[in-house]
């Protein structure tokens, strides 16, 4: 799943390539493609709307209209949001096509068909429309410091990358820079959240910041099926420290990569950078 390097580089594609745009007309090829309202209201809604401008909340693009109306996109396990200027043929997991009147569209591709789209109509809000919106956690590219996670860790018994893969917490994390920030950090991923000193959580929130900032650097990871606003690959797959390199030397002792499951989830670390006696130590 595009986690927020990737939301937020396709983010900044988009504000680039829409604003002033109008919509001139609205495609529904599949409609559980569709979150808000019923098909046809959504494509009569939209279409002869103008692109304001693009923001994100956690893994969500939040397109603002004109009018006081909105667009939001979850891209889930496989969605794609792109720009597509020579109307080139059309992907088979095309869902939904948005044509431009400058001849452009903005095409939502998806094969596992998980992503949705929602309108926005004037005089509500995007929590009106996608109230889960209102639960996620505070945006660690703007709200992150060792002080805030002691907050939200306190009194936790759960795996610290559990906790920072807990949207109410933290909103935007997933599983690759949770792997990659608890590496950098030194902090093994099984450790209690509740047991990680001060000190630790101030260089995890530190480090948190700059993997992030990092991966949107290189426009994400490209793992199987995420491409940014341009159809363009991410690149940061081929910086991992440890997500996806099992088995392989870690690229500071040399020690071997090792992964466990975590409440289901694939955790990838080195043992010997992060060692599991912090884990025994906390719980003295």
Not at 8 to 37: A, H, K, M, N, W
Not at 98 to 113: I, P, Q
Not at 148 to 165: E, N
Request: hydrophobic share 35%; glycine share 10%.
């Amino acid at each position: 799943m595009p986690e927020l390097p990737e939301v937020e580089t396709v983010c900044r594609g988009l504000q680039l390539q829409l604003p002033g745009s109008f919509v001139s007309e609205v495609d529904v090829l599949r409609d559980d493609s569709i979150g808000y309202p019923e098909v046809e209201e959504f494509i009569d809604q939209l279409a002869g709307h103008r692109f304001e401008s693009v923001t994100r909340r956690g893994k969500y693009i939040l397109i603002n209209l004109d009018r006081g109306a909105g667009l939001a996109c979850h891209l889930r396990m496989s969605g794609r949001l792109m720009v597509v200027k020579d109307l080139q043929q059309p992907s088979r997991f095309l869902r939904v096509r948005m044509g431009l009147k400058d001849g452009r569209e903005l095409r939502f591709e998806d094969m596992r068909v998980f992503g949705r789209l929602w309108y926005v109509p004037p005089g509500k809000t995007f929590v009106d429309v996608i109230p889960t919106l209102g639960e996620l956690g505070v945006e660690p590219l703007d709200q992150m410091s060792g002080e805030i996670l002691a907050s939200l860790f306190d009194g936790k018994k759960q795996p610290v990358k559990t906790a920072l893969l807990d949207q109410r917490l933290i909103a935007g994390i997933g599983n690759i820079y949770a792997d990659e920030s608890l590496y950098q950090a030194g902090i093994n991923p099984l450790r209690p959240a509740g047991t990680v000193k001060r000190a630790e959580l101030d260089k995890l929130a530190n480090e948190i910041q700059k993997v992030l900032k990092r991966a949107i650097k290189h426009r994400g990871s490209t793992l199987s099926d995420y491409r940014d606003s341009e159809g363009v690959n991410g690149n940061y797959q081929n910086k991992a420290g440890v997500y996806g390199r099992e088995g392989l030397p870690c690229r500071v002792c040399k020690s071997e990569i090792e992964r466990v499951k975590i409440a289901g989830r694939s955790s990838h670390f080195c043992l010997v950078c992060q060692p599991i006696k912090a884990v025994r130590k906390s719980r003295k």
